[in-house]
């Protein structure tokens, strides 16, 4: 399996919105599936006319020993003169790895002492237990997850509508779907596709659900394929 490659660059922005804080200086984290290398590129900004100021105070990439798994810490600050309760500074700690197919993905962890000091490769059965990079017993699409209902199955009689699906990530064709204190089920009579629709040149691969009864489930919001603010 090839190793993960690092690449880290800075940019400066030319402004931040009025409301935004720290997070906004976030690295952007872009992943070359083929060559499996993660370009970084730290952030700062400086805007006197609208009193901004901000930049990466400190940064640290620590590869696992098989270089299945990265991890990215680091703090930014920023001043906004604007919006000063909005000002200071925010750690923040994202992990790329390879899951069970093969993919790199990307998550954005809470920047925890467990998340942040562990080492990386101490942590994948963590990231595993969260779903994440799982094809075992799940149907997973970027941030978009399905897990078997099992015992907390709705009685089939409450699924009485169809659906093509919420959000981003549509089925190929009308599935049966209820609502209750298990949240949203999907009823699957037969294996389709659940497609994703990008917008915003970020494409997750079409997935096939089996048939099944399916809740749906977030393996987490900072978890994406390609962009670590997906």
Known sequence: ??????????????????????????????????????????????????????????????????????????????????????????????????????????????????WMECPPETLLPRLRKLGIGANDGVVQQGDFLLKPARERAYDSKAFAHETMGAGHHKFAAPVLYADGEHGRQYLTSEPITLQHEATDGIRHPDVTVPVGTWIVGTASLGLSHDNGRD
Request: hydrophobic residues 35%.
């Open 1 to 114: 399996m090839t190793k993960i490659k690092v690449v880290v660059n800075e940019d400066e922005l030319d402004r931040v919105g009025n409301w935004d804080g720290p997070r906004a200086l976030f690295p952007m984290i872009e992943v070359d599936q083929e060559t499996a290398t993660v370009k970084i590129t730290y952030l700062g900004v400086s805007n006197r006319q609208r009193g901004q100021w901000g930049k990466t105070h400190w940064h640290q990439e620590t590869l696992a020993p098989d270089g299945q798994v990265l991890r990215i810490t680091g703090m930014t600050g920023l001043r906004n003169d604007r919006r000063h309760r909005f000002g200071g500074r925010q750690s923040f700690v994202f992990f790329v790895f390879r899951g069970d197919s093969g993919h790199l993905y990307t998550h954005r962890a809470v920047a925890s002492k467990l």
